[in-house]
């Protein structure tokens, strides 16, 4: 089994590596009118720059998994800012797909927590919709590959679950048909658990990206084992390699919380399930604080033991 490893945003073995530049809109509006547009510019050049040094730092390290931020544009969505963050980078847009697509590289995004669609306010739902759309028109702008992934949560629960989970089936009807398709769902830490994400996802005919720290601190009455073949099978028809989220608890008192790294311990009895599984390929996103240099770590944690290869700076396989 082949796992190729990736992490989220900010590379910080590089120097000034953060791709999220951004202004809040009370310091934006305080702007003269001038100079508001200008600072628009400037933020979304640098992060956009910034981006490319990245993605050139993945490729030197043969790390082919990769989160973009979503805040490569600053207010981007905000009702009364609304710019025009295509037009001025339209060669910005296309050299950065144009390093991804040369090199192979699997590239998703994730919008916040407030990209949900189980609001009975629908006011709520337009603006996932909206966010949504911003996150595709990015992917849209680089030219990207249909492998790229737009992944969200199911959402909250206002009380009732059983309400909520129906109104996400009813305003996920809302969402574009082409923006669909290029989205997964991902189950959380506290509300909805991978048994209850998945009966989302296979109503709905789209993926769960699983993510095993969540399912710890927020379990399944059902066993991963017997699960985690109906998650594989969300996967298939896509010609995507399945794809899972791996951090490790800060410690026993805060379970959901991001450790500095990722405790090779704690995922170690997760790989071997999905290695017993019979998967072949698939990729995992380190979300643990030091990102990439926790990444790298659990590569060479994981190439110390017997039976696993680095096979290349960001691959290891399972024999």
Known sequence: MEIRFGYVSTALDLWDSSPSKTITYTRWSSLPAKDQQNRLLELTRQNIETTKRILYYNIAKEIKIYRFSSSIVPLATHPDVKWDYMTPFKKEWTELGKLVKDHQLRVSFHPNAFTLFTSPNQDVTEKAVEDMQYHYRLLEAMGMPEGSLINIHVGGSYGDKKAAISRFHQNIQKLPVHIKERMTLENDDKTYTAEET???????????????????????????????????????????????????????????AHAVNVDMEFILPFIQLVKSAGVKEIDFIIEAKNKDIAMLKLIEDLSSLRGVKRISGGTIRFK
């Open 198 to 256: 998945l009966q989302v996802c296979e109503q709905e005919e789209v993926p769960l990206l699983f993510d095993y720290h969540h399912h710890i601190a927020n379990p399944s009455t059902e066993e991963l084992n017997t699960l985690l073949p109906r998650i594989l099978k969300t996967w298939e028809g896509r010609d995507w390699k399945p794809k899972i989220h791996i951090s490790s608890p800060r410690s026993d008192k805060e379970i959901r």
